[in-house]
């Protein structure tokens, strides 16, 4: 099983809402990512979590907000965004032999 | 600085025919790269992946080449069909720290498959 869900699968919200985006794997994966995709581009790093512990912060605006809970779960809390934040909202987990799997993503739609 | 490039952004096929969609890299110190498919709508696929120690890899249909002489990185894929269709990445694994790592993606290649 190399699956990673992701909630909600559509989200619209005003730039005033605050949101959380859920991921979650139970493939005992120590390393958790999230990543923000744009209209035919590639994903782009966002944070790494490694051992329930940030370790990558790729000079995310404070308006993102991520949370490690436990090793299976990873949310990013939203606030106050831009509408130029919409865009596709990947998470990943990685194994130790390497492979990052990816979860079907979040699009996200700030109005 | 690294960056992972790829030649063609689209790359159209016709039914049954062989595919290979190609991906440079600069950074000569990689040692594990990745090839992901991207269907719309959809996050990455996990496809094949090599480390720097190997110069072929082969799985369902599909083989990775890498050629470390002029870094260079392809994918394979036999007998395209059209399920093939989407978006392929290369991407370039950097081991961080213990088990985190980042992955640097290309620019991405769209095969289309014609019937």
């Known amino acids: 099983d190399t699956e990673v869900t992701q909630t909600p699968k559509h989200l619209v919200m005003g730039m005033t809402n605050k949101k959380s985006l859920k991921c979650e794997q139970h493939m005992g994966h120590r390393a958790m990512y999230w990543y923000k995709q744009k209209a035919k581009k590639p994903p782009e790093l966002m944070f790494v979590y490694s051992y329930e512990k940030l370790s990558i912060n790729e000079s995310v605006p404070s308006r993102f907000s991520p949370e490690c809970p436990n090793s299976s779960l990873l949310n990013l809390h939203l606030h106050a965004l831009q509408p130029e934040d919409s865009a596709l909202y990947l998470c990943?987990?990685?194994?130790?032999?390497?492979?990052?799997?990816f979860g079907p993503g979040t699009r996200l739609t700030v109005t | 600085g690294e960056s992972v490039g790829l030649h063609l952004p689209t790359l159209s096929v016709q039914e049954g025919d062989n595919s290979i969609i190609n991906c440079a890299y600069s950074n000569s110190a990689s040692d594990y790269f990745i090839w992901y498919k991207q269907e719309s709508g959809k996050g990455p696929q996990f496809i094949i992946d090599?480390?720097?120690?190997?110069d072929k890899r082969q799985g369902q249909r599909v083989t990775v080449l890498l050629n470390k002489t002029v870094k260079h990185l392809s994918l394979q894929i036999a007998a395209t069909q059209p399920g093939d269709s989407a978006v392929y990445f290369c991407a370039e694994n950097k081991v961080w720290t213990g088990t985190a790592s980042k992955l640097t993606f290309g620019t991405g290649t769209r095969l289309q498959v014609t019937l």
């Open positions: 090599i480390r720097s120690n190997m």
């Open positions: 990943a987990s990685r194994a130790l032999t390497g492979e990052q799997y």
